[in-house]
């Protein structure tokens, strides 16, 4: 097999969508449709069973994919360390995230990137909400993964790691923690706990807003400095909170709930550096978690299919 057969193969074992797989690979859907045509006529057997509806491996099919995906990964990533010994892809490179979700997500990336990239020493720590570009800024990490609006002339956005819905955290004793959802407009019968720090005006407009869609007002509380602030000021009754769905999983505990808004936008959370500053390994680690991402099913299935990696096993 050509290494161009070997990639629209297991491409197409994955995606399951020749329009899917031609966009990856880089060629017609037409050009799919004959190689993997080509392929069952030299093998002497379907590979996929096509419907118009859907398309999936034959059991033939899925013995070649788990046969060749092994060693056509190590093929890959032999390749890519040599060009990246090549490209002088070495030292430190530091990371920033504001999410619990983000920082596990960033962990299993790394290990893939470690594989790759052996020449780079990947450090990651959190960033606390009250100064969400300062490192950045400082010099102190090279890359973030943070929460858009991201308007700074001097950051540029990169793109969507992760996208969660956005729920309402609260106590269990909180009125709204009998409803089976929220919506935006009924936080004018709530107190909202909001940000203090070095923050953006229009990041906190967008993520803490003080109306609602019909001009009612917002009353907002206390301001916190770190994440954890959020969970005692809730826990204590001082006010409601948004966050992301996947927070659920990761500050779940007695006293605690997570209702689902009906109209609010999902929360993203999107690469960010320093603009002028991308460097050959921050695009290479950028490079690599999106590949990850795509394979998870895209940036709204990348946290549950970590999760579903840890209960297998994989």
């Known amino acids: 097999m050509e290494r161009q057969e070997i990639e629209i193969f297991l491409t197409l074992a994955e995606e399951l969508h020749f ?39 034959t059991p033939i099919g899925e013995q070649l ?8 990964r190590g093929i890959e990533e032999a390749v890519t360390k040599a060009m990246a010994a090549g490209r002088g892809i070495t030292g430190m490179l530091r990371i920033g995230f504001s999410g619990a979700f983000t920082g596990h997500l960033l962990h299993s990336v790394a290990e893939v990137f470690g ?57 269990s004793a909180h009125p709204f923690a009998r409803r089976e959802s929220v919506s935006v407009e009924d936080l004018a019968e709530a107190t909202l706990l909001t940000v203090a720090g070095n923050v953006p005006a229009h990041w906190l407009d967008h993520h803490f807003p003080r109306q609602t869609p019909s001009g009612r007002p917002i009353p907002h509380g206390q301001a916190m400095t770190h994440w954890e ?34 109209d609010a ?6 690469f960010v550096w320093p ?10 680690f950028v490079q690599v978690a999106m590949e990850q991402v795509r394979g998870a099913g895209g940036p709204a299935r990348a946290v549950e299919s970590l999760w579903a990696g840890e209960d297998t096993g994989a």
């Open 275 to 284: 603009t002028g500053h991308e460097t050959a390994r921050l695009r290479a």
């Open 115 to 171: 594989r790759r990239y052996p020449g780079v020493d990947v450090q990651i720590r959190q960033v606390q909400i009250s100064d969400p570009y300062g490192p950045l800024r400082a010099g102190d990490i090279e890359l973030q993964v943070t929460e858009p609006p991201v308007t700074e002339p001097d950051l540029t956005l990169g793109p969507v790691l992760v996208s969660q819905p956005r729920v309402l955290l609260m106590a």
């Open 19 to 57: 329009g899917r797989t031609a966009d990856r690979v880089g060629v017609s859907q037409s050009r799919v449709s004959q190689t993997i045509a080509r392929l069952e006529r030299r093998i002497g057997a379907r590979l996929f069973d096509r419907t118009s509806r859907q398309v999936t491996p």
């Open 65 to 72: 994919r788990d046969d060749i995906a092994p060693a056509w």
């Open 229 to 262: 602030d959020a969970l005692s000021l809730v826990l204590a009754g001082k006010g409601v909170t948004p966050v992301a769905a996947a927070g659920a999983h990761y500050y779940s505990r007695p006293g605690l709930v997570f209702k689902p808004f009906t």
């Open 265 to 270: 936008p999902a929360i993203d959370y999107a």
